[in-house]
Nanobody
Framework: VQLQASGGGLVQAGGSLRLSCAAS????????VAWFRQAPGKEREFVAA????????YYADSLKGRFTISGDNAKSTVYLLMNSLTPEDTAVYYC???????????????????WGQGTQVTVSS
């Protein structure tokens, strides 16, 4: 599976962005796809994940309510809608996928097999 993240950019605080993660490969519907982010000088952190088979979604507690993950099997694409952005959301956002990740590992970046290249999100104050 190859992943291509896009949609990042510069936005003012309070604004919104929608990121896309487009996947190639015929097993997309069996993947769990997640978004992680990494700010300068900080560790990579879990943002959200979605199981494409049943559309179950999972969020970082701190982001629940502002961020929404969704997926489209027909387009092999996962989206991350980010609302009410703050400068603290500035980071490189990565999408990742794995066909067999278990629930207890879904927030662990090292458990994901496939990674996209990242897209920069910058929120100005």
């Amino acid at each position: 599976v190859q992943l291509q993240a896009s949609g990042g950019g510069l936005v003012q605080a309070g604004g919104s962005l929608r990121l896309s993660c487009a996947a190639s490969g015929r097993t997309f519907s069996r993947q769990t796809v997640a978004w992680f982010r990494q700010a300068p000088g900080k560790e990579r952190e879990f943002v959200a994940a979605i199981r494409m088979s049943g559309r179950h979604t999972y969020y970082a507690d701190s982001l629940k309510g502002r961020f929404t993950i969704s997926g489209d099997n027909a387009k092999s694409t996962v989206y991350l809608l980010m609302n009410s952005l703050t400068p603290e959301d500035t980071a490189v956002y990565y999408c990742a996928a794995d066909p067999s990740i278990i629930l207890s590992s879904i927030r662990m970046s090292h458990q994901y097999e496939y990674w996209g290249q990242g897209t920069q999100v910058t929120v100005s104050s």
